[in-house]
């Protein structure tokens, strides 16, 4: 079982900067491949980035390459979004999520444990 709670989601003004943690309880968190996803106001749940459990290349939407970095640390069962150049597209309830097998990353279903979410808004 693992428990995700995302934090540092707010409001801030269209070029500015905000990092995402994806806390993580349970000892197996660093056996988890991670993810993250967004959803806009009347919009469906997109994928944003993922990122293997150890070795492996990170993913993202093209709409965030060059702009979002993903990573992790494991010793701190946390995963980040680190979210540059935001503009106001970007808007949107972040979440994590976590799943075994890197595979097929970018599916929502295929996730086994998800956060609440955190909301990111961006002004123009």
């Known amino acids: 079982q693992v428990q995700l709670v995302e934090s540092g989601g707010g409001l801030v003004q269209a070029g500015g900067s905000l990092r995402l943690s994806c806390a993580a309880s349970?000892?197996?968190?660093?056996?988890?491949?991670m993810g993250w996803f967004r959803q806009a106001p009347g919009k469906e749940r997109e994928f944003v980035a993922a990122?293997?459990?150890?070795?492996?290349?990170?993913y993202y939407t093209d709409s965030v390459k060059g702009r979002f970095t993903i990573s992790r640390d494991n010793a701190k069962n946390t995963v980040y979004l680190q979210m540059n150049s935001l503009k106001p597209e970007d808007t949107a309830v972040y979440s994590c999520?976590?799943?075994?097998?890197?595979?097929?990353?970018?599916?929502?279903?295929?996730?086994?444990?998800w956060g609440q979410g955190t909301q990111v808004t961006v002004s123009s």
């Open positions: 999520a976590a799943k075994r097998a890197y595979s097929s990353v970018r599916v929502t279903t295929g996730y086994d444990y």
């Open positions: 349970g000892r197996t968190f660093s056996t988890y491949a």
């Open positions: 990122i293997p459990w150890s070795v492996g290349s990170s």
